[in-house]
């Protein structure tokens, strides 16, 4: 009778921590940035108007016309969403 309270008591912990590792897994898998959240973040650095977006493997690159006239190209990292100028 120990034996098989210990064994269900074992196979608990396992469930739970098992269940514990899948929601944690999943909540980091819903941080990418989409393209218009690229944008937000891009105008954020940069004010100006939206010129291009382009979609590489890791980033987008959103390409913005300032109001002096000059043409900035951001660079925003798609799991982390950070900013830097190209």
């Known amino acids: ?4 309270l210990i064994l269900n008591l074992i ?3 396992c469930l739970a921590n098992f269940a514990h590792a899948s929601n ?3 909540k980091t898998d819903k941080v990418e940035v989409s393209k218009k959240k690229a944008v937000i973040l891009a105008k954020q650095t940069t004010d100006g108007t ?3 977006i382009s979609e ?3 980033f987008f690159t959103v390409r913005i ?3 002096d006239g ?3 190209d951001l660079k925003i990292n ?3 969403g950070e900013v830097k100028k190209d």
């Open 11 to 13: 196979a608990v912990v």
């Open 65 to 67: 016309l300032k109001a």
């Open 1 to 4: 009778m120990r034996v098989l």
């Open 56 to 58: 590489e493997t890791l």
């Open 50 to 52: 939206t010129l291009k």
């Open 78 to 80: 798609k799991k982390t």
């Open 24 to 26: 944690t897994k999943s």
């Open 70 to 72: 000059h043409v900035v």
